[in-house]
T-cell receptor, first 110, second 111 residues
Framework: DVKVTQSSRYLVKRTGEKVFLECVQDMDHENMFWYRQDPGLGLRLIYFSYDVKMKEKGDIPEGYSVSREKKERFSLILESASTNQTSMYLC?????????FGEGSWLTVV | SQQGEEDPQALSIQEGENATMNCSYKTSINNLQWYRQNSGRGLVHLILIRSNEREKHSGRLRVTLDTSKKSSSLLITASRAADTASYFCAQGDSTLGRLYFGRGTQLTVWP
């Protein structure tokens, strides 16, 4: 079975903190994604990656960066967390036009 | 924005009834997909229909696609309480793996 694992399910961080959200997939997929999901706004793509050390901006990259040093791992970084980044973050990997999602990370910035 | 739209935003039915959700999109597509999300969880892929297909079935799910109207529908037959979830359509464009998600339909099935 396909598995995408997000290391933290629930986080509470302070404004200005640097936040790392980690995601690992075990399917050897080349494509990985970070989405943000907010009520009434659906899923919005933050960043995606087609290969190791490659990254592409999605629709809302401001305030975020990513790292992909190994094929199985795709990290989302909030350089200086702000309250408007309180949200649910979903990591995903893709093969044959099908996206497999992790369980999500609920981030609250106070 | 290339984001599609699901309709209705919320749907409430009794067990055994059929549930129909619609999706409209704006641009040309390679494929259209439907996903399901249980409350507080990640999304799960349900079905993919390619742009040259008009209808597809998977168990109790039936998806139709009308590219001339840029619309799709998802029908769940004989619904169960366990079908309660949010359902999202997503449009796949020519960029590998890039999907545009709508805002979802919240389906509630009462026992």
């Amino acid at each position: 079975d396909v598995k995408v694992t997000q290391s933290s399910r629930y986080l509470v961080k302070r404004t200005g903190e640097k936040v790392f959200l980690e995601c690992v997939q075990d399917m050897d997929h080349e494509n990985m994604f970070w989405y943000r999901q907010d009520p009434g706004l659906g899923l919005r793509l933050i960043y995606f990656s087609y290969d190791v050390k490659m990254k592409e901006k999605g629709d809302i990259p401001e305030g975020y960066s990513v790292s992909r040093e190994k094929k199985e791992r795709f990290s989302l970084i909030l350089e200086s967390a702000s309250t408007n980044q309180t949200s649910m973050y979903l990591c995903a990997s893709e093969t044959r036009n099908t996206i497999y999602f992790g369980e999500g990370s609920w981030l609250t910035v106070v | 924005s290339q984001q599609g739209e699901e309709d209705p935003q919320a749907l409430s039915i009794q067990e055994g009834e059929n549930a129909t959700m619609n999706c409209s999109y704006k641009t040309s597509i390679n494929n259209l997909q439907w996903y399901r999300q249980n409350s507080g969880r990640g999304l799960v892929h349900l079905i993919l229909i390619r742009s040259n297909e008009r209808e597809k079935h998977s168990g109790r799910l039936r998806v139709t696609l009308d590219t001339s109207k840029k619309s799709s529908s998802l029908l769940i037959t004989a619904s169960r309480a366990a079908d309660t979830a949010s359902y999202f359509c997503a449009q796949g464009d020519s960029t590998l793996g890039r999907l545009y998600f709508g805002r979802g339909t919240q389906l509630t099935v009462w026992p």
